[in-house]
C-alpha cells in the first residue's frame, strides 16, 4: 500500500537507479522536492539532444544540464513510414552535433512505450506498432537514446526546470486537441503498471456525453480542450445567437471554420461569447482535476498545452470548479493550479534531460 523507501524506488524510467541509495530528507513520510533533487545528483553535465515528434513537425535541440536551449532545429515529419522518420532523427542530431559534443540522444513522441523504454507500441501519429525504436537509432546514432512519451517529457521539464520546481508530486495536463497527461512523483516519471499511465483525457466525466476518438462516451477531453472550445463555438454560430456574430464575423460567416484557438484569440480581445465559452472550457477543466485530486492528491497541478494561452480567462475558472468539486472541501489542503512555464519547447527539453539521467543510470 505504500511506496517504497527511496533506496529502494525506480529511478526517471521504472529502473533501478544507484543514485536513490542514500537517505533522502522526508517529512510526514513525504519526500520533499529539494530534498529529492539535491538527493538524485540528476545526470551528468554533458549535453543532450532532445527531439519532440508531433504530426507535422519534429524539432530537436541541444539541451544543457540547466535545460537550457543552445541551438535547434526543425523538419517537417516525412508522412507515417518508420524508416522515413528515423532518417529525420539521424539528420537532426547530424546536424546540431557538429557544433557540440553531445553525450545522448532523448526522443519524445505521443503514443505508448513499453515499460523497458525501448520499443514503440503505438503511435496515434505515425505507423509504429510494436516498433523498436531505441535499438534502431541507437545502431544508427551510436549513442545512447531515451525513448519516452512526449507527455512524460514535458512534465519531467516541468518538474526539473519550469513551473514545477520543489513539488515532489506534480501532475501535468496538457489542452490542445485532447487532453493529455503525466505524472513525476517523488524524482521519477510514474508511468503505471503496464506503462500507459496519464491518459487522463479519457476519463469518463459525462456518462453518455459526446463521442471521443477513443470510442467511448463523455470524456474529459470532450468538454476540456481546445477541440471542445472549437465544436462550441461551432454549435453556438449555427444557432444564429446574437451573441455569436463577432465570431462570425471574424471567419467570414463560415461557422466551420471556428476553431478553439480563433475563440481564445477573440476572447483576449475582449468579445464577451468567447469569453462565456472560455470559462465553461474552465469549469470543466477544474471538475476534471478535482476528479483526479481525489485519486492522486497531488500537490500541485502543472496545466500547459496551447488553450493556456488564454491564461486567467481559462485558469481562473478552473481554480474554482476544483474548489468547488473537491472531496473533502474546507477540510483538506488544496493543490495549486498553475501555468506550465516552458511553453512547447517543453518536451524537447525533458526529453534530453531524462536521456542524460537515464544514461547516467544505464552506465
Same mark, same amino acid.
Given at each position: 500500500?505504500?511506496?517504497?523507501?527511496?533506496?529502494?524506488?525506480?529511478?526517471?524510467?521504472?529502473?533501478?537507479?544507484?543514485?536513490r541509495r542514500r537517505p533522502a530528507i522526508q517529512r510526514a513520510g513525504r519526500l520533499h522536492g529539494a530534498g529529492v533533487r539535491g538527493h538524485l545528483r540528476l545526470g551528468r553535465k554533458?549535453?543532450?539532444?532532445?527531439?519532440?515528434?508531433?504530426?507535422?513537425?519534429?524539432?530537436?535541440?541541444?539541451?544543457?544540464?540547466?535545460?537550457?536551449?543552445?541551438?535547434?532545429?526543425?523538419?517537417?515529419?516525412?508522412?507515417?513510414?518508420?524508416?522515413?522518420?528515423?532518417?529525420?532523427?539521424?539528420?537532426?542530431?547530424e546536424e546540431l552535433g557538429r557544433g557540440h559534443r553531445i553525450w545522448s540522444v532523448g526522443i519524445g513522441a505521443a503514443g505508448w512505450m513499453d515499460l523497458a523504454g525501448g520499443t514503440?507500441?503505438?503511435?496515434?501519429?505515425?505507423?509504429?506498432?510494436?516498433?523498436?525504436?531505441?535499438?534502431?537509432?541507437?545502431r544508427l546514432l551510436r549513442r545512447p537514446v531515451l525513448l519516452t512519451n512526449d507527455a512524460d517529457a514535458a512534465a519531467w521539464a516541468e518538474w526539473r526546470f519550469g513551473a514545477g520546481?520543489?513539488?515532489?508530486?506534480?501532475?501535468?495536463?496538457?489542452?490542445?486537441?485532447?487532453?493529455?497527461?503525466?505524472?513525476?512523483?517523488?524524482?521519477?516519471?510514474?508511468?503505471?503498471?503496464?506503462?500507459?499511465?496519464?491518459?487522463?483525457?479519457?476519463?469518463?466525466?459525462?456518462?453518455?456525453?459526446?463521442?471521443?476518438?477513443?470510442?467511448?462516451?463523455?470524456?474529459?477531453?470532450?468538454?476540456?480542450?481546445?477541440?471542445?472550445?472549437?465544436? &462550441? %463555438?461551432?454549435?453556438?454560430?449555427? $444557432?444564429?445567437? #446574437?451573441? !455569436?456574430?463577432?465570431?462570425? /464575423? @471574424?471567419?467570414?460567416? *463560415?461557422?466551420?471554420?471556428?476553431?478553439?484557438?480563433?475563440?481564445?484569440?477573440?476572447?483576449?480581445?475582449?468579445?464577451?461569447?468567447?469569453?462565456?465559452?472560455?470559462?465553461?472550457?474552465?469549469?470543466?477543466?477544474?471538475?476534471?482535476?478535482?476528479?483526479?485530486?481525489?485519486?492522486?492528491?497531488?500537490?500541485?497541478?502543472?496545466?500547459?498545452?496551447?488553450?493556456?494561452?488564454?491564461?486567467?480567462?481559462?485558469?481562473?475558472?478552473?481554480?474554482?470548479?476544483?474548489?468547488?468539486?473537491?472531496?473533502?472541501?474546507?477540510?483538506?489542503? &488544496? %493543490?495549486?493550479?498553475?501555468?506550465? $512555464?516552458?511553453? #512547447?519547447? !517543453?518536451?524537447?527539453?525533458? /526529453? @534530453?534531460?531524462?536521456? *542524460?539521467?537515464?544514461?547516467?543510470?544505464?552506465?
Amino acid at each position: 500500500m505504500y511506496g517504497a523507501l527511496p533506496g529502494d524506488q525506480a529511478g526517471p524510467l521504472g529502473r533501478p537507479a544507484p543514485w536513490r541509495r542514500r537517505p533522502a530528507i522526508q517529512r510526514a513520510g513525504r519526500l520533499h522536492g529539494a530534498g529529492v533533487r539535491g538527493h538524485l545528483r540528476l545526470g551528468r553535465k554533458g549535453l543532450a539532444i532532445g527531439i519532440d515528434i508531433g504530426g507535422t513537425k519534429v524539432a530537436a535541440g541541444v539541451v544543457d544540464a540547466e535545460g537550457r536551449i543552445l541551438s535547434e532545429a526543425r523538419r517537417s515529419t516525412p508522412g507515417t513510414d518508420p524508416r522515413a522518420v528515423e532518417q529525420v532523427i539521424v539528420e537532426l542530431v547530424e546536424e546540431l552535433g557538429r557544433g557540440h559534443r553531445i553525450w545522448s540522444v532523448g526522443i519524445g513522441a505521443a503514443g505508448w512505450m513499453d515499460l523497458a523504454g525501448g520499443t514503440v507500441l503505438f503511435s496515434p501519429h505515425l505507423a509504429w506498432r510494436n516498433e523498436p525504436l531505441r535499438e534502431n537509432l541507437q545502431r544508427l546514432l551510436r549513442r545512447p537514446v531515451l525513448l519516452t512519451n512526449d507527455a512524460d517529457a514535458a512534465a519531467w521539464a516541468e518538474w526539473r526546470f519550469g513551473a514545477g520546481q520543489g513539488e515532489d508530486r506534480l501532475v501535468c495536463i496538457t489542452l490542445g486537441t485532447g487532453i493529455g497527461g503525466a505524472m513525476v512523483m517523488d524524482g521519477r516519471v510514474e508511468r503505471g503498471r503496464f506503462g500507459v499511465a496519464g491518459e487522463f483525457g479519457h476519463q469518463i466525466i459525462m456518462p453518455g456525453g459526446h463521442r471521443c476518438e477513443c470510442g467511448n462516451r463523455g470524456c474529459w477531453e470532450q468538454y476540456a480542450s481546445g477541440n471542445a472550445l472549437g465544436r &462550441e %463555438a461551432r454549435l453556438l454560430a449555427r $444557432a444564429n445567437s #446574437p451573441v !455569436a456574430q463577432d465570431l462570425l /464575423a @471574424a471567419v467570414g460567416g *463560415r461557422a466551420e471554420a471556428i476553431t478553439g484557438a480563433i475563440v481564445t484569440e477573440l476572447a483576449l480581445a475582449g468579445d464577451r461569447a468567447s469569453r462565456e465559452l472560455i470559462e465553461e472550457v474552465g469549469e470543466w477543466l477544474g471538475l476534471g482535476l478535482a476528479n483526479l485530486a481525489a485519486a492522486l492528491d497531488p500537490g500541485m497541478f502543472v496545466i500547459g498545452g496551447g488553450l493556456c494561452s488564454a491564461g486567467d480567462l481559462l485558469v481562473q475558472p478552473a481554480r474554482k470548479a476544483f474548489s468547488r468539486n473537491l472531496t473533502g472541501r474546507g477540510f483538506r489542503p &488544496e %493543490a495549486a493550479i498553475e501555468r506550465a $512555464a516552458l511553453g #512547447p519547447n !517543453a518536451g524537447l527539453i525533458g /526529453a @534530453a534531460d531524462l536521456s *542524460r539521467v537515464s544514461s547516467r543510470v544505464r552506465g
